[in-house]
C-alpha cells in the first residue's frame, strides 16, 4: 500500500496528499511509482466530485529527491539515461495524463516550497491557492536538468513563451505575491486561512454543476491545438450536452425565479 502519496475520499472530496513530510515531500523513485497508482485508484472513483491535492507538513513538494536521484550515479551514462528516461514515462507521465483526465475540478492547496516537478503538478490542477509564505521556482536547469512533469506544457499557456523560458533556463526564486502576478495561482492567503478558504471552494464547487463542470475542462483542453471551426463544434456538442441535463432546467428554473440553483450533481 503506497505511504509517500496518501487518498483519502469524505463527503465526496478525494484528498491526494504527497507524504513525506520530513523531505519537504521531494520526489523520490518510490514516490513516483506511488503516485501512479494513487492517481489510478483516484481515476476509478465514481463518487467523487472535487480533489485537492496537497503537501503532508508544512510544504507542498520541494522538486526531486536529489539524494535518491544520486544513488543512481553508479550507471555509465547510458544506461542512466535509460532508467530515468523509463521511470518518468512508466510512471510521471501517466500520473499527469490521468490528473488532467479528470471531470473533476482538481485543486492545488499550497504551502512553502513547491519546486520542480511540484511546480508542474500545482499547474496541472484546475485552480491553485496558496498561502503566502509559499516560495516557488522551476529548478531543473539548477541541477543540470530539462523539466519534466508537462512543465514546458503548462507554464507557457499561463505566462508566454518568454516568460516560459526565463523561469526555466535561470530557475530564480520567486514569492506567492509574484506567482499570483503571473497567473500561477490563483488566490494568495494569510496560511492561517489556506484550509478554510479552500473548504470554502470546495464547498462551491461541490454546489455546482458537475457536468458543465466536466465540459468546461475538456473544452480548455482542447483549445490550444484546435482551429476556431472545430473549438466552435466542440462547443455546440457540449452545450447540447448539457441542455439535455437537469442542471440545466434547475439553473433556467432557478434563474427566473429568481433564487440561488440547487444542482443536482453528477
Do not use: W
Not at 11 to 33: D, G
Not at 82 to 92: G, N, P, T, Y
Not at 188 to 216: M, N
Amino acid at each position: 500500500m503506497a505511504d509517500t502519496v496518501l487518498l483519502d475520499v469524505s463527503n465526496r472530496v478525494a484528498t491526494l496528499t504527497l507524504n513525506r513530510p520530513a523531505q519537504l515531500n521531494a520526489l523520490s523513485i518510490e514516490m513516483m511509482q506511488d503516485l501512479l497508482g494513487v492517481v489510478r485508484e483516484l481515476r476509478d472513483l465514481k463518487d467523487v466530485d472535487v480533489v485537492v491535492i496537497v503537501g503532508a507538513g508544512d510544504h507542498f513538494m520541494a522538486g526531486g529527491d536529489l539524494k535518491d536521484f544520486a544513488t543512481q550515479f553508479h550507471l555509465a551514462p547510458q544506461a542512466r539515461m535509460v532508467a530515468f528516461r523509463a521511470i518518468i514515462e512508466k510512471h510521471i507521465n501517466p500520473a499527469v495524463e490521468i490528473l488532467q483526465s479528470l471531470h473533476q475540478p482538481v485543486i492545488a492547496k499550497v504551502r512553502g516550497a513547491c519546486a520542480g516537478f511540484g511546480l508542474s503538478l500545482m499547474l496541472g490542477c484546475d485552480l491553485a491557492l496558496c498561502a503566502d509564505s509559499a516560495k516557488f521556482t522551476t529548478a531543473y536547469s539548477s541541477i543540470g536538468l530539462a523539466a519534466d512533469g508537462g512543465l514546458t506544457y503548462f507554464l507557457p499557456r499561463v505566462v508566454g513563451s518568454r516568460k516560459a523560458l526565463e523561469l526555466l533556463l535561470l530557475a530564480e526564486r520567486f514569492d506567492a505575491a509574484e506567482a499570483l502576478r503571473l497567473g500561477l495561482v490563483n488566490r494568495v492567503l494569510p496560511p492561517a486561512e489556506l484550509d478554510g478558504e479552500t473548504d470554502k471552494l470546495v464547498a462551491r464547487l461541490q454546489a455546482g454543476p458537475r457536468e458543465a463542470y466536466g465540459e468546461i475542462k475538456r473544452l480548455v483542453a482542447s483549445s490550444y491545438d484546435a482551429q476556431i471551426e472545430s473549438q466552435l463544434e466542440s462547443e455546440a456538442e457540449a452545450f447540447g450536452r448539457c441542455s439535455a441535463t437537469d442542471d440545466f432546467v434547475e439553473g433556467i428554473t432557478a434563474f427566473l425565479e429568481k433564487r440561488k440553483p440547487a444542482f443536482r450533481g453528477m
